[in-house]
């Protein structure tokens, strides 16, 4: 049989690294579900702006978060998958933090496709506006402020044309002593009046033309408030322009009428340079953060395929391995001696330890494309837990382990994927035998609740303490312990068990405490 040789270009590797440090490193948040919106992945950003920590919200629904939130239109969750779904979706809405406080954020959402093209998941990248807001609605109050400040001046102004000469120095009084600037321009374009904030950013320039003054210019410019105003004959106009100093400014203009038709206008201008830095700061943010999604995407379709490819071709050749070892073991191609046998029996252990490791990748690969399917059927868990007793007792026959199952027949009876109830009966008692003394008790215990069947694997262990009693369920995590080191595994067991209850629909977590025991309770729904 011809072997086939993988090779995986080191720069796949590097890119996925760095990659993943930006992730881990950036402040913004960063959440990736799968096709049914459920949270796979979440940045430290995520956890910051959230509140949850990354096993709270691993497996949990992400239209729990911000559905029902006042402000954010019903059935929000599906308007935003459909729209993803086509061609990605960005916006704003409203946000919870785990304490309850409700906050608005700038939302991005791209689908993550596979290589047919289907949506297998989701990446959403969001950030916290709430300074924005309030800077926003600061400013519309400011320039309320301003704009009925400028009406009621020129009101003022209006019904005070007759004795301007006697009011002029109580008018120069007030318009000198608001904090911007303030200019009154006649219709040749030339300044009448400037108030003082206006002196200290230009100097006097009383008596020249506005153009020249203020932005270096020979001719008008092409938006003037001298334009809309004198000659266009409107009562108001904003508008936002950058002088020679290349500060940015928001203007308003209104008339001022004298009783012989004579017009000229009135402007207030308002420093706004800040805001626009901030501004394009956001824009130049959006941009990066559209890239980083963009390469997140495609690293994410390259590490499934690597994971599914890699796996696939390890597990051909193994199980050839395997079946030869199982001919020798069985005396099929001749007798063994002594020696050859307990060879024989390590080679056979190793080769299924391996096939153990292999099948967690392509679950892995599986839980990460949406490829991972449920069958579900009717059928008493009991027996089931002792097959997984006697499978896990031959493979430690060295431990003096007793074991104890204590399964009521009304708890014993669920609907599930039973292959996959398997799998997390073995891979919890493997643990609970890992980490428990010689001649400890492993307590299999299972009750019937209301709309659930609760099961709990109890053993007389090394316990856990409580910061890694949530880590334990991420992929990769191993918790720092000399018995750690002598079972060896790649820390994904528990990750995969706590994926298969999130598809069941079901909880997972740990009960311990150090020199304890543990505890680990999941359920199912009945």
């Known amino acids: 049989m011809k072997e086939k040789t993988v090779t995986i270009p080191f720069a796949r590797f590097e890119r996925l690294e760095q990659l993943a440090a930006v992730l881990e490193s950036i402040k913004e948040s960063v959440v990736i579900t799968d096709r049914h919106r459920r949270i796979i992945y979440a940045n430290p950003g995520a956890e910051r702006m959230l509140g949850y920590s990354r096993g709270e919200m691993a497996g949990k629904s992400s239209s729990r978060i911000f559905e029902g939130i006042p402000g954010n239109p019903p059935h929000l969750a599906d308007f935003v998958e459909e729209k993803a779904d086509a061609a990605g979706w960005e916006g704003e809405i409203f946000n919870r933090r785990k304490d309850g406080r409700i906050f608005p954020v700038a939302l991005t959402v791209s689908p993550v496709l596979d290589r047919e093209g289907a949506v297998v998941g989701y990446v959403g990248i969001s950030h916290d506006i709430t300074r924005l807001k309030e800077y926003e609605a600061a400013r519309r109050r400011e320039t309320e402020r301003i704009e009925a400040e400028v009406i009621r001046r020129t009101e003022e102004l209006a019904g005070a044309t007759e004795k301007l000469a006697a009011q002029q120095a109580r008018l120069d009084a007030i318009l000198s002593g608001v904090a911007e600037g303030v200019v009154v321009i006649n219709s040749d374009y030339v300044i009448e009046f400037m108030n003082r904030m206006l002196v200290e950013w230009y100097g006097e320039r009383t008596g020249q033309k506005c153009h020249q003054a203020f932005f270096g210019r020979k001719t008008p410019c092409p938006v003037c408030g001298v334009k809309e105003v004198i000659e266009g004959g409107k009562d108001f106009f904003r508008f936002e322009t950058t002088d020679r100093r290349k500060r940015h400014y928001e203007v308003v203009a209104t008339p001022l009428v004298e009783p012989s038709g004579r017009r000229r206008i009135i402007e207030i201008s308002r420093d706004i340079t800040v805001r626009k830095k901030t501004e394009s700061l956001v824009r130049e943010k959006n941009l990066q953060l559209t890239e980083i999604n963009q390469e997140l995407k495609r690293l994410l379709r390259v590490k499934s395929e690597f994971l599914s490819l890699i796996s696939h071709e390890l597990k051909s050749p193994l199980t050839v391995i395997k079946g030869y070892l199982k001919l020798l073991s069985d005396k099929q191609l001749g007798a063994l001696g002594s020696d050859q046998e307990e060879g024989l029996r390590a080679a056979l252990t190793e080769t299924e330890h391996l096939e153990y490791l292999i099948n967690q990748f392509l679950d892995i690969a599986q839980l990460e494309t949406g ?71 492993i307590t299999v215990r299972g009750e019937r609740r209301e709309d659930s069947a609760l099961f709990v694997v109890e053993d007389q262990g090394v316990g856990l303490a409580p910061r890694d009693q949530v880590k334990v369920f991420e992929r990769f995590y191993q918790v720092s312990s000399p018995l750690t080191v002598k079972h060896g595994g790649l820390g994904l067991g528990l990750s995969i068990v706590k994926n298969i209850i999130n598809l069941h629909d079901g909880e997972i977590w740990l009960e311990s405490g150090p020199g304890k025991g543990t505890r680990a309770c999941f359920t199912i729904p009945v």
Do not use: M
């Not at 014993?412 to 799998?423: E, L, P, V």
């Open 371 to 441: 490829k991972y399917e449920l069958v579900k059927k009717e059928f008493d868990v009991r027996p089931l837990i002792r097959d997984c007793i006697r499978t896990v007792k031959e493979s430690v026959p060295s431990q003096k382990i007793r074991f104890r199952i204590a399964v009521g027949k009304d708890a014993g009876i669920i609907n599930a994927d039973k292959n996959k109830i398997r799998q997390v009966f073995r891979n919890l008692l493997e643990n609970s035998v890992k980490f428990s003394p010689e001649g400890g008790t």
